[in-house]
């Protein structure tokens, strides 16, 4: 049975669906009646409570899809579809050190502290005071939130923590903290970005062959569902397509006894000398800035 002060959601025959927090003595008031906070309270999860006109509504516990669409948003949230992939990507959950930058209106760190249990940890870092504070309050909100330590600082400066088993970058220039990146992570460990365009993503693989990383996968996740009606089964009108680009490598030292047993073909050979070409001018200019500096 739901308990007072928790959150519930009442689901009513029109295919609304009202997340709302349930406190004695305050009734949910609708055009399909009153619904009262006792009656609710006295009902089990999956049951059906009848307003003051009648209707029948739906009490239902929320889960953890609920509670990322029901946060207060300042920011645009990651939607729950990149959400699990990331989740399952950095290998969130138990006994795990996850950091996490910036936090946003906090819908991913809601995830993550919820995948990571009593015995995680989340570091979350935010710059702007006003989404540190929201994030903050959205977590108390949603009920989570124990295993979570708040940072409002800049990652220029770098990370709170190290030796974190996995990371997640949500920031426009993730490129600029991959130093601070590799500082903060164990080896070995998984790191992910979320970024909304090719160019992006482009400067970002360009930071990430120069460093210690490796297994670099890009990807955009397309959801589209499909009415579901037995006997004219057919894709729903409109999907959730991109969303944003998510980019995963894992923090490994480069060998080239590693490297140079690597199969390849004419294709791997014309990438790799591209990608030599392309780390030879980037040292070469910076090298000639460094001259510049000189007296």
């Known amino acids: 049975m739901p308990s007072y002060g928790e959150l519930v959601i009442y689901a009513t025959p029109k295919g609304k669906r009202y997340l709302k927090r349930l406190e004695e003595g305050q009734d949910w008031h609708s055009a399909d009646g ?18 003051s006109l009648g209707v029948p509504v739906r009490v239902q516990k929320p889960a953890l899809f609920d509670l990322i669409k029901g946060v207060k948003r300042q920011t645009q949230i990651i939607y729950p579809k990149d959400i699990a992939y990331i989740c399952m990507r950095l290998g969130v959950g138990s006994g795990r050190t996850i950091i996490e930058a910036g936090s946003g209106s906090g ?4 995830a993550l502290s919820w995948f990571s ?37 800049d990652i220029a400066n770098g990370f709170c923590t190290s030796n974190a088993d996995a990371l997640f970058l949500d920031v426009r220039t993730p490129w600029e903290y991959l130093d601070h990146a590799v500082a903060a992570v164990r080896p070995g460990a998984m790191l992910g970005f979320l970024l909304p365009t ?35 089964l057919r894709p729903s009108d409109r999907m959730i397509a991109h969303t944003g680009f998510l980019v995963f490598c894992r923090h490994q030292e480069r060998s080239d006894d590693f490297e140079s047993r690597k199969p390849m073909g004419t294709r791997e050979r014309k990438q790799e000398k591209a990608r030599q070409e392309r780390l030879a001018l980037a040292n070469g200019e910076q090298e000639q800035g460094d001259d510049s500096g000189e007296e």
Do not use: M, Y
Not at 34 to 40: C, F, K, N, S, W
Not at 144 to 153: A, D, K, M, P, S
């Open 34 to 51: 009153i619904l009262r906070a006792e009656d609710i309270a006295a009902a089990e999860f999956g049951s059906e409570v009848k307003t």
């Open 198 to 232: 090719v160019d992006q993503v482009g400067k970002l693989l360009l930071g990430l062959e120069k460093g210690a990383f490796a297994e670099i996968e890009v990807c955009e996740l397309l959801l589209r569902t499909w009415k579901p009606v037995a006997d004219r």
């Open 107 to 110: 819908g991913l760190t809601l």
């Open 117 to 153: 249990g009593t015995t995680g940890h989340v570091h979350t870092h935010e710059a702007r005071e006003e989404f540190h504070k929201l994030a903050k309050r959205n977590l108390a909100w949603a009920g989570v939130g124990e295993n979570v330590t708040f940072h409002h600082q």
